[in-house]
């Protein structure tokens, strides 16, 4: 059932991603009182649907996008009608191309406000002020001088008055330079701090961490391993290596490392109980190399579960979205300087994987990772790229400046490379996710 699953979730994902960005050209063509030919669902040959007055509704046999077909809306075709696309004024036309995009954000803010309002989680500690528990060595902020204690005043001159706020302020920096102002023991202290860039996301990494509570999780594969072998538990809260404190889970790999193979005295909090486990890391090549106990760890975060007022939700939702943006397009500008990989691109059987994945976990996954998509897609469909509705209103920009239609020739030229363009990056993201199918090998 997973694979059929995942196809089922990525069908009715899609589906309404491509309905919502649909309608929103549609709907916008129709106040201009463009006529629409057709309104598909899919790609391909017509499966079923019905006619209006005017308009075709189908649905095609590919479940992969969709589209509303204007009448006169191609370069060259002579505008026999007013009611043709391209005798519509430009800023109509802009209007058109952009309400997919803009319906894409607007379920996006839709989707969150209603999952805050029937049920809203937060790590608690986001509402917290931002005392740093943690400095992770040879990072940014290590190199910096920021000490664990230090209060997080503000980022670039912006107040942080809590952890949300740097979440915030830095998930958009990597690989940049950061002004920070702590508080230490009443004396507020500025330093300049280079942001990394952590792996799995591509978000900004200063090297600083909230502190919290770690629990180790032994896992099916790490039988026989150290820990399994010095009877930890899954659940075990890890207190101390060493008589070393740990504040958080970034920490222990570092603690386990400075082993090197030898024996370590291991603070295990059990329930009521505290236990003192001897353990010997052991090293394997995995990721170029490391010493582990074979276990894995999870932060314990005190989660805020509630249901928020329709303003607060509203409000909540806008914020979320407004940092997933952020993220996007920072991850865009590494991809074009080539900061990250393309291999990092989600193409639909990745799609697909995750939202069978948020599917089978839980209806507020579902609608989260739905948010999230919707915002992509909105986002992607704005690039300045022929095809897309950036590019169509990149073009159209272009020719109010001018104050004349660019040359059919061009247009024409324009839309193939764009054609070819998009073919290629299709190939590559569906290359790329059939090898993280099959996995390393």
């Known amino acids: 059932m997973g694979f059929l699953g995942n196809v089922l979730a990525f069908i009715f994902v899609l589906g309404v991603m491509v309905l919502v960005h649909e309608l929103g050209h549609f709907l916008a063509a129709r106040l201009f009182d463009v006529k629409v030919d057709a309104f598909a669902l899919g790609m391909g040959p017509r499966l079923f649907g019905f006619r209006g007055k005017e308009t075709d509704y189908k649905i095609c046999l590919l479940p992969i996008g969709g589209f509303v077909k204007m009448a006169g809306e191609n370069p060259g075709e002579p505008a026999e009608s007013p009611r043709d696309f391209m005798a ?183 329930g009521t109980e505290r236990l003192m486990l001897s353990i010997a890391p052991t090293y394997t090549d995995t990721n170029g190399g490391m010493w582990r106990i074979g276990v894995g760890l999870r932060p314990e975060f005190e989660i805020i579960e509630t249901q928020l007022s329709f303003g607060d939700a509203v409000r909540e939702s806008v914020n979320h979205n407004l940092k997933y943006s952020t993220l996007i397009f920072a991850t865009l500008r590494r991809l074009v300087v080539g900061q990250v990989s393309a291999e990092s691109l989600e193409g639909p059987i990745g799609i697909a994987r995750i939202s069978g994945n948020a599917a089978r976990s839980s209806i507020p996954d579902l609608v989260m990772i739905m948010a999230i998509i919707s915002l992509n897609l909105g986002i992607f469909n704005l690039l300045p790229i022929p095809i897309l509705d950036g590019g169509v209103i990149t073009m159209l920009l272009i020719e109010s400046l001018m104050r004349r239609d660019l040359s059919l020739a061009f247009k024409e030229r324009v839309l193939q490379v764009g054609f070819l363009f998009l073919i290629l990056l299709f190939a590559y993201v569906m290359y790329n996710d059939i090898m993280k199918s099959f996995g390393p090998g």
């Open 88 to 270: 519509k004024p430009r800023w109509q036309r802009i209007i058109i191309a952009l309400a997919g995009p803009v319906f894409n954000f607007a379920l996006a803010v839709v989707l969150l406000v209603g999952l805050f309002m029937s049920q809203y989680k937060k790590p608690a500690f986001l509402q917290k002020p931002a005392v740093v528990g943690y400095v992770a060595a040879d990072t940014g902020a290590a190199k910096a001088g920021v000490q664990r204690g230090d209060l997080l005043v503000a980022i670039d001159g912006t107040p942080t008055p809590d952890w949300d706020s740097v979440t915030f302020a830095t998930v958009a920096t990597a690989n940049s330079t950061i002004q920070v102002t702590v508080n230490r023991d009443g004396r507020e202290l500025q330093m300049p701090v280079s942001v990394g860039e952590e792996e799995l996301t591509g978000a900004g990494d200063p090297g600083w961490e909230y502190e919290t509570p770690v629990l180790l999780l032994l896992g099916e594969t790490e039988v026989g391993q150290p820990a399994e072998q010095a009877g930890v538990e899954n659940g075990d809260r890890l207190v101390a290596v060493n008589d070393q404190p740990v504040y958080t889970s970034r920490q222990v790999p570092e603690l386990v490392k400075a082993l090197e193979g030898e024996e370590g005295q291991f603070e295990i909090e059990r």
